[in-house]
């Protein structure tokens, strides 16, 4: 005995055509049935229908939207969430889907929706919908726009080049002419400084020098003429002058003093450490010492050796000198003014000499000696 043959599940092509199905995509069908059929089409009916696997799916942005947030697959399809579309009631058979209202996709920015295939269930198949990015605007599309372009960009160029000549010029003049012709910079004698003269130099001979630039701009000042200008003036050993601007000069003076005495016909001669006479007088100065030395050309080595002998001894023992003598340059002899004769010898050693000068006077053996011989430092010799 046969079994009873399964119940047949309903198709939707059983199903009449109605509205609800011709929103969701399904195929217009006749109302006929077909044959009936065979028992393995019923067998196989029967069995449940294999599953399809569903397509990948792209990742989805975010609504934008301020309302709710949704999916784009609910948005789109109103499918449910397992993915059936649900059947329209009969009211709404025939009216268009409501919806929130679409928000249009910004420029160059890639929306994601979601559209359901007409004749086919499950998964919706998701769609991307690009949006075309703006076009950027080109500087010229011609070859004569091109030109004129390229021709306008060389006129700028050379007028900002002409106009940055211009002002270096305009700068370059103003300082020429405020260096060498303007009166804001010239010499005015009421800021002239002059220092250094000594006991020796006239300073008034120096200032009728430097007067003699009155009015010149300092720029056009000759350092080099106006310092042997002022050489010139007697008992001047050495001059140094800078420019103080905006009109002033400043003179310092190295004077030539006397260090020495030396008889002439006409009295004294005042010579300073370059053996130059810087004056004649009468008397001698107490406080210089005499160099009973003749000023002749046979006995200039002689009065040499003195002079630096004088200059190097100490200044306790330069101030005690009261005259100085010398048959030749390696024999000088100094004459203390308490009546004590030292043999220096020549200009030699004289640091040693003084050294051991001193040692001689302060020890008790030898302080009474009215001679002392140090022209030998290393043996020196007391009487």
């Not at 005015?188 to 250094?196: A, R, Y």
């Not at 306790?316 to 024999?331: H, K, N, P, R, Y």
């Given at each position: 005995?046969?079994?009873?043959?399964?119940?047949?599940?309903?198709?939707?092509r059983?199903?009449?055509?109605?509205?609800?199905?011709?929103?969701?995509?399904?195929?217009?069908t006749?109302?006929?049935?077909?044959?009936?059929?065979?028992?393995?089409a019923?067998?196989?009916?029967?069995?449940?229908?294999?599953?399809?696997?569903?397509?990948?799916?792209?990742?989805?942005?975010?609504?934008?939207?301020?309302?709710?947030?949704?999916?784009?697959?609910?948005?789109?399809?109103?499918a449910?969430?397992?993915g059936r579309?649900?059947?329209?009631?009969?009211?709404?058979?025939?009216?268009?889907?409501?919806?929130?209202?679409?928000?249009?996709?910004?420029?160059?920015?890639?929306?994601?929706s979601?559209?359901?295939?007409?004749?086919?269930?499950?998964?919706?198949?998701?769609?991307?919908?690009?949006?075309?990015?703006?076009?950027?605007?080109?500087?010229?599309?011609?070859?004569?726009?091109?030109?004129?372009?390229?021709?306008?960009?060389?006129?700028?160029?050379?007028?900002?080049?002409?106009?940055?000549?211009?002002?270096?010029?305009?700068?370059?003049?103003?300082?020429?002419?405020?260096?060498?012709?303007?009166?804001?910079?010239?010499?005015?004698?009421?800021?002239?400084?002059?220092?250094?003269?000594?006991?020796?130099?006239?300073?008034?001979a120096?200032?009728?020098?430097?007067?003699?630039q009155?009015?010149?701009?300092?720029?056009?000042?000759?350092?080099?003429?106006?310092?042997?200008?002022?050489?010139?003036?007697?008992?001047?050993?050495?001059?140094?002058?800078?420019?103080?601007?905006?009109?002033?000069?400043?003179?310092?003076i190295?004077?030539?003093?006397?260090?020495?005495?030396i008889?002439v016909?006409?009295?004294?001669?005042?010579?300073?450490?370059?053996?130059v006479v810087?004056?004649?007088?009468?008397?001698?100065?107490?406080?210089?010492?005499?160099?009973?030395i003749?000023?002749?050309?046979?006995?200039?080595?002689?009065?040499?050796?003195a002079?630096?002998?004088?200059?190097?001894?100490?200044e306790?023992?330069?101030?005690?000198?009261?005259?100085?003598?010398?048959?030749?340059?390696?024999?000088v002899?100094?004459?203390?003014r308490?009546g004590?004769?030292?043999?220096?010898?020549?200009s030699q050693?004289?640091?040693?000499?003084?050294?051991?000068?001193?040692?001689?006077?302060?020890?008790?053996?030898?302080?009474?000696?009215?001679?002392?011989?140090?022209?030998?430092?290393?043996?020196?010799?007391?009487?």
């Open positions: 005995m046969k079994p009873p043959p399964a119940p047949r599940r309903p198709s939707s059983d199903e009449p055509e109605t509205p609800a199905r011709r929103a969701n995509g399904a195929p217009r006749e109302g006929t049935r077909k044959p009936p059929r065979t028992e393995p019923r067998a196989a009916e029967a069995s449940p229908p294999a599953k399809r696997p569903a397509p990948p799916r792209r990742p989805q942005p975010a609504p934008k939207t301020g309302g709710t947030p949704r999916t784009a697959r609910t948005q789109q399809t109103g449910t969430p397992t579309t649900p059947k329209a009631s009969a009211s709404q058979a025939g009216a268009p889907a409501q919806g929130p209202p679409a928000v249009p996709p910004r420029a160059g920015h890639t929306r994601a979601q559209a359901v295939v007409p004749g086919r269930t499950g998964a919706p198949t998701t769609a991307t919908i690009r949006t075309a990015e703006p076009k950027v605007a080109v500087i010229s599309t011609g070859m004569s726009v091109r030109h004129a372009e390229q021709k306008a960009m060389r006129r700028h160029r050379l007028i900002r080049k002409i106009a940055a000549w211009g002002a270096a010029t305009i700068v370059v003049a103003t300082v020429a002419w405020a260096l060498f012709a303007s009166q804001m910079l010239s010499f005015d004698p009421s800021h002239l400084v002059v220092k250094g003269t000594g006991t020796t130099v006239d300073m008034a120096v200032v009728s020098v430097v007067a003699a009155e009015g010149t701009s300092l720029a056009l000042v000759d350092i080099s003429d106006l310092r042997e200008e002022i050489l010139q003036v007697p008992n001047i050993r050495d001059v140094s002058i800078q420019r103080q601007w905006p009109s002033g000069l400043a003179v310092d190295v004077a030539r003093e006397p260090v020495a005495a008889p016909e006409a009295g004294m001669a005042l010579m300073d450490q370059d053996a810087v004056a004649t007088v009468a008397e001698a100065p107490v406080e210089l010492p005499v160099i009973n003749p000023l002749t050309g046979d006995d200039e080595r002689t009065l040499d050796a002079l630096a002998v004088l200059k190097s001894l100490p306790d023992l330069s101030a005690e000198v009261g005259s100085i003598s010398a048959q030749t340059q390696d024999a002899t100094l004459t203390l308490n004590v004769v030292i043999e220096w010898g020549s050693d004289s640091a040693l000499k003084a050294q051991v000068l001193r040692t001689l006077r302060t020890a008790e053996v030898s302080r009474a000696a009215a001679v002392f011989d140090v022209s030998a430092p290393t043996f020196p010799i007391t009487r």
